[in-house]
């Protein structure tokens, strides 16, 4: 079974501290994204990876940043975080060949006060 | 850009069926995919359309017109379980890319 992992279920930081998110999968997959959920906007994409060390913006990169220094890792980076950060933060995986499905990670419910 | 388009609320009892429709406007389409998410849960794969016609899966079947840019999902023989958020997403280019709509609440009442 495919397994994608999130660092944390839930986070509070406060605005101005640098927050990192970080995702883990086991299936070897390629490609990595990174979104946010929030309620009546379904998922909008904030950055994806298509290898190692490679990186593209989504719909929403504005106060955000990633990192892909291994195949099974990426990280989310908010700089800077403030409160119109607060979200539901979800990393998905992807194989690169034939495969239309993404296999999403449990999400973190980032809180910035 | 892209834009999706979803009913936001349907409600239906046990044992009916009920068809959740997706309207799309993008820049490029490959296909079409439809996701399940239970309150608290991560979003789980159901179905990818990539020609038209349906596609059935068991209770749930997807339908895809690409001339009216427009699917649907299927649920039949409703149950109490199939209370969830369901998402359709288009992907818009050759990559892995996909673009979300706002997602539908289906509530099933017994």
């Known amino acids: 079974d495919v397994k994608v992992t999130q660092s944390s279920r839930y986070l509070v930081k406060r605005t101005g501290e640098k927050v990192f998110l970080e995702c883990v999968q086991d299936?070897?997959?390629?490609?990595m994204f990174w979104y946010r959920q929030d309620p009546g906007l379904g998922l909008r994409l904030i950055y994806f990876?298509?290898?190692?060390?490679?990186?593209e913006k989504g719909d929403i990169p504005e106060g955000y940043s990633v990192s892909r220094e291994k195949k099974e890792r990426f990280s989310l980076i908010l700089e800077s975080a403030s409160t119109n950060q607060t979200s539901m933060y979800l990393c998905?995986?992807?194989?690169?060949?034939?495969?239309?499905?993404?296999?999403f990670g449990p999400g973190t419910r980032l809180t910035v006060l | 850009g892209q834009s999706l388009e979803q009913p936001s609320e349907v409600t239906a009892v046990e044992g009916a069926i009920v068809q959740i429709n997706c309207t799309y406007q993008?820049?490029?389409?490959?296909?079409l995919s439809w996701y399940q998410q239970h309150d608290g849960g991560a979003p789980t794969f159901l179905s990818y359309?990539?020609?038209?016609g349906l596609e059935e899966t068991g209770r749930f079947s997807s339908f895809l017109s690409r001339s009216d840019s427009y699917g649907y999902l299927l649920l039949q023989e409703l149950q109490m379980k199939d209370s969830a958020s369901y998402f359709c997403?288009?992907?818009?280019?050759?990559?892995?890319?996909?673009?979300f709509g706002p997602g539908t609440r289906l509530s099933v009442l017994p």
């Open positions: 998905a995986s992807a194989s690169g060949r034939a495969g239309n499905e993404q296999f």
């Open positions: 299936m070897d997959h390629e490609n």
């Open positions: 990876s298509y290898d190692v060390k490679m990186k």
């Open positions: 993008t820049s490029g389409f490959y296909g």
């Open positions: 359309n990539a020609l038209d």
């Open positions: 997403a288009v992907r818009h280019n050759y990559g892995q890319n996909f673009v």
